[in-house]
């Protein structure tokens, strides 16, 4: 076919797509089931378009012949759909309900394609792989033509993602098994299950692989293309295609599944790593491309309807209905079976009933089974009856999912009320009503004097708001709970604080690793408060200040090896995280206040304030302890953050200059060159400076004063400098070697076997008891702030005691004191002695001073730990000291 016709009629149909959106509208038909009506059509009339005027007949000759193949549809419309799927899915939403959604994606495929397979080898001359294979090609659902009914008719989100993520990955599984299955045919050979199993996992996994690498790379390009919207939304569509491509040829790993999750990884990353334009382009670029690759895949298979159905015969339509029931038991199976069982074993949340009837009928099959069914068409291994059944009965089956459950779903999502806001969203939306209107209202009576309007005008306007507030209920707001009231303030306070973070990187006030880090804290904040509440905020708020596991991780480096630089940048990203988020959250206080007071009234206000301030104090106290410890820090961090908001303001008011004509474009793209360029040096961050050296830190213990300079070189050759963080436990036993620890500066509470707690400071020791001993204790040490120690091994330790004798004097000190209270204390406990009565005071000191000498009282406890309780300085057990 010549280009120049191609041409005319792709961009004929896509003239024609164009109006089917708005007429499907107004018949009030699915777009799906419009667009099957009008690709039949169209597939009819090609062949008998003799009447046709010139241009029509000329459109329709270039229909007629396009070449149409099972791989158009695998390699030029697929991968589109899948990303564009994929990057408009919110990642954590999908986790949430993994479950469910994998259930519903691989197990449900197996259980569809078993029965539809074994149930026609039953009742039907055809062979069991024929059957198994139709039943895997009709086990995919589409996701485009029941998502779309979804959301015109307003259905609940969380339904919306359970049906869409099911169909993102239901298509993998399907190939995958019909895959399998194509190849058994060829071969003529019996599959064995674990054959079938073990290249279905290896195909799921590595895809799933693939699409990791890709997309995390294509991420990685993004900093390369950062201020070129078109390149980078050109680099997305070559790596849906790139993904799939090699995915399926180089790697024979399943294509679906690698684009899907390539598509994911760009949704939740590209949002931090491009600029926040930019992906908003992207969105929209995407969805357009989705558009047409989702209408002009459905016109074409639909155009292939009647020369697929063309020798069809009664039998066959018999065929299809039983096709029709089995799919819909099987799918009644997993809906009604395993998913409530998920939600028994806590495997998952429950799914309500209501929505389990809606995703019985939700699974619509679309494009994806007739390309997989005329796939089957262009092999010519297999016979022509087998062909001809499979092709007959996908496209059949295609047409009773979309005519009979396309049709249905509507009603059936209004009987069931999952289009309607619930009690709380209407009473909530009916008070918002009452206090905008009345805001409203004074706004135009000053506009109405300004401008010199009449008062006949003005009453007439009157009138239509005092219509509107007469049909609201306003009482509706009291019958709700303060728990209700409370839990609808803390959702809203959570969505603003998501929004809050973005619009802090719109103004690039932050970087996209510490933009990526806060929008996961948001959204994991936002999904506690809409789960528990107030409660499930007041946990989370404990856990958002626990440290990261990346920041676990590099202390644990650190401790083993000394290591420091992982751990450097693990703090400075805590210490900008924190900074943001104490901001964010002083800016929530006075959200609430202003927006929230006027909707659920004070009482309610005053406790949403009331945990919020709560989290502000913990941010305060965490980011003080941190600020304490590197001033120097913490002064560049409110330096950069001053410059950065100064940078965006800026930025902003250059911006609404050009929007009134004050300035043109090109002193607009000037103004923010050099904006830029002022602002350039935020781009070098400050440094975090942790460094640490022996011969530093030794000087503040105050134990080594006095020791010759050959004791203090071996001292320094042997002490490992080690950071701890607040709250983090010290371990003093590493595998089979203990150690010893120094306090250089900062606290160390120790957790003793009797219940009680010990502090220790600067220049003292813990963990000296278990290497003098060599055995084991039980007391736990914890660092109360970000404490600097110097850690000494066991091996080095008994070293040192033997080769310098003022060290060892000076540990064998403070060991006989300790040794002392271990012993008193054990007395105490095994009951061998008994606390000693308080002295009478009435006495005269004369006659209380022989009974004193008499009978002096020993200390009541004392640690058995390795790091046992220091003494302080007015206990009876240092006075040697």
Not at 2 to 21: C, D, E, N, R, T
Not at 358 to 376: E, F, K, T
Not at 410 to 430: A, C, E, K, Y
Request: aromatic letters at 8%; charged letters at 20%.
């Amino acid at each position: 076919m010549k280009i120049g016709l191609l041409v005319f009629g792709l961009a004929g149909l896509l003239a024609l797509v164009s109006f089917m959106p708005p007429l499907a509208g107004r018949l009030r038909l699915p777009y799906s089931v419009l667009l099957a009506i009008v690709g039949f059509v169209l597939g009819v009339i090609i062949h008998v378009h003799g009447w046709a005027p010139g241009v029509v007949a000329d459109f329709l000759d270039t229909l007629q012949h396009f070449e149409i193949s099972s791989e158009t549809f695998l390699f030029v419309f697929l991968p589109v759909l899948l990303f564009e799927t994929a990057l408009a899915t919110n990642i954590r939403r999908l986790l949430d309900d993994i479950s469910p959604i994998l259930v519903m994606a691989i197990v449900a495929v197996v259980v569809c394609t078993v029965m539809v397979g074994f149930s026609l080898a039953a009742i039907s001359t055809y062979g069991l792989v024929v059957c198994l294979m139709l039943g895997a090609i009709v086990a995919t659902t589409d996701p485009v033509a029941v998502v779309g009914i979804f959301r015109e008719v307003g259905a609940p989100r969380r339904l919306t993602n359970l049906v869409e993520g099911e169909a993102l990955f239901n298509d993998a599984a399907s190939i995958a098994l019909y895959s399998v299955l194509l190849s058994v045919l060829f071969g003529g050979t019996a599959p064995a299950v674990t054959d079938i199993f073990g290249g279905f996992v290896i195909s799921f996994l590595g895809g799933g692989l693939a699409g990791l690498v890709m997309g995390r790379l294509a991420i990685g390009l993004f900093r390369w293309l950062r201020g070129w919207p078109a390149a980078e939304i050109t680099l997305t569509v070559a790596l849906a295609y790139l993904t799939f491509f090699s995915a399926e040829h180089y790697l024979g790993v399943s294509g679906v599944v690698a684009t899907v999750i390539a598509g994911l990884v760009v949704g939740s990353g590209g949002r931090t790593r491009m600029s926040p334009t930019t992906f908003e382009q992207l969105e929209g670029a995407w969805a357009q491309f989705g558009f047409w690759a989702n209408s002009l895949i459905f016109l074409f298979a639909a155009m292939l309807i009647p020369r697929m159905m063309a020798e069809i015969t009664w039998m066959e339509v018999l065929l299809i209905l039983v096709v029709f029931i089995v799919t819909l038991c099987a799918r009644a199976v997993i809906v009604y079976g395993l998913l409530p069982l998920l939600g028994r074993l806590r495997l998952s949340t429950e799914v309500s009933p209501s929505y389990r009837a809606v995703m019985l009928l939700g699974g619509l099959r679309g494009a994806v089974s007739l390309a997989l069914a005329l796939a089957v068409t262009e092999q010519p291994a297999v016979p022509h009856e087998a062909r001809q059944f499979i092709a007959v009965a996908t496209t059949g089956f295609v047409l009773m999912t979309l005519f009979i459950n396309g049709l249905t779903l509507r009603p059936l999502i209004h009987r069931l009320g999952l289009n309607q806001l619930s009690p709380v969203d209407r009473t909530l939306r009916d008070q918002a009503q009452v206090v905008e209107l009345e805001a409203l209202r004074l706004k135009i009576d000053d506009i109405a004097h300004n401008e010199h309007i009449g008062s006949e005008v003005l009453e007439r306007l009157h009138a239509v708001f005092d219509a509107s507030q007469a049909g609201v209920d306003t009482a509706q707001v009291h019958q709700l709970s303060l728990d209700q009231k409370v839990a609808v303030g803390m959702g809203m306070l959570a969505g603003r604080e998501e929004e809050m973070f973005f619009e802090t990187l719109k103004a690039q006030v932050v970087d996209w690793r510490t933009a990526e880090s806060l929008l996961a804290r948001a959204e994991r904040l936002g999904d506690a408060v809409r789960s528990g509440g107030l409660r499930g905020f007041e946990a989370a708020i404990d856990g958002d200040l626990r440290y990261s596991q990346a920041l676990r991780l590099a202390l644990r480096l650190h401790h083993l090896t000394g290591w420091q630089g992982w751990l450097v940048r693990e703090l400075a990203q805590r210490f900008t995280n924190l900074m943001c988020k104490w901001s964010v959250a002083r800016r929530l206080i006075q959200f609430a206040r202003t927006d929230v007071q006027p909707l659920l009234g004070p009482e309610v206000t005053e406790i949403i304030v009331a945990a919020h301030q709560r989290r502000l104090t913990l941010l305060e106290g965490a980011l003080q302890a941190l600020a304490l410890q590197y001033p120097n820090y913490a002064q560049y961090l409110q330096e950069a953050y001053l410059a950065r908001m100064a940078r965006a303001m800026e930025r902003i008011r250059y911006r609404d200059m050009l929007t009134h004509n004050l300035i043109s474009g090109e002193t607009y793209s000037d103004l923010i060159q050099q904006a830029d360029a002022r602002w350039g040096k935020l781009e070098t961050s400050g440094v975090l400076d942790i460094t640490m050296s022996a011969a530093a830190l030794v000087q503040r213990v105050s134990m080594f004063e006095g020791m010759d300079e050959r004791t203090m070189a071996a001292i320094r050759r042997v002490l490992k400098p080690r950071l701890v963080v607040p709250g983090q436990e010290i371990p003093t036993r590493f595998g089979r070697s203990r150690a010893m620890y120094f306090v250089a500066s900062g606290a160390v509470v120790l957790d003793l076997p009797d219940g009680t707690t010990a502090e220790l400071g600067s220049g003292q020791i813990f963990g000296e008891m278990a290497l003098v001993m060599d055995q084991d204790f039980q007391a736990r040490a914890r660092s109360l702030g970000y404490s600097r120690l110097l850690m000494l091994q066991e091996r080095d330790f008994k070293r040192l005691l033997q080769q310098y004798p003022m060290l060892r004097e000076k540990i064998d000190q403070i060991v006989r004191q300790r040794l002392r209270a271990v012993e008193v204390w054990q007395q105490f406990e095994s009951g061998e002695r008994q606390h000693e009565p308080l002295p009478d005071l009435g006495r005269t000191a004369v006659e209380q001073a022989p009974a004193d000498a008499a009978q002096a009282p020993e200390p009541a406890s004392a640690p058995a730990d390795a790091g046992a309780r220091d003494p302080g300085p007015d206990s009876p057990s240092t006075a040697a000291t």
